[in-house]
C-alpha cells in the first residue's frame, strides 16, 4: 500500500515485502536465542561446579536462572512479533486487493 503525497495524501507508505522480511528477520533472531541459550546456562554451570559451596556458586546459579528465564521470554516475544509482522503485511496485501477489486469496472 503506497500513498505517494499526491492528492492530499501524506506522504505515507507501507511495504508489505519489507514487513515480511522483518517479520521472518524477528521470527530467526527467537529461534536462535533458544538454540544459544544451553551454551549460556552451561556456562554458567560449569562455573558455579568450580566453585563448591561458596556463595558465588549459588549467585551464578540463581544469575543463570535469571537469564535463562528472561532469554526464553525474549524468544517467545520475538516469535510474537514476527508473527503479528507477518500478519500485518498480509492485511495490507487484502486490503489492495480489495481496493483494486472494488475499483474493477
Do not use: I, K, N
Not at 25 to 30: E, K, L, R
Not at 61 to 68: L, Q
Not at 72 to 83: F, K, M, V, Y
Request: charged residues 20%; negative net charge; hydrophobic residues 35%.
Amino acid at each position: 500500500m503506497r500513498d505517494a503525497g499526491g492528492a492530499g495524501g501524506s506522504g505515507f507508505a507501507v511495504h508489505p515485502a519489507a514487513l515480511d522480511q522483518a517479520g521472518t528477520a524477528s521470527q530467526q533472531c527467537g529461534q536462535q536465542v533458544r538454540q544459544d541459550l544451553p551454551r549460556v546456562v552451561q556456562a554458567d554451570t560449569e562455573a558455579a561446579s568450580g566453585l563448591p559451596g561458596w556463595q558465588t556458586a549459588q549467585e551464578l546459579e540463581r544469575t543463570s536462572s535469571a537469564w535463562s528465564s528472561r532469554l526464553r521470554a525474549l524468544a517467545q516475544e520475538l516469535d510474537t512479533t514476527g508473527a503479528d509482522l507477518h500478519r500485518t503485511a498480509e492485511a495490507y496485501r487484502g486490503t489492495e486487493r480489495d481496493v483494486h477489486g472494488s475499483m474493477a469496472v
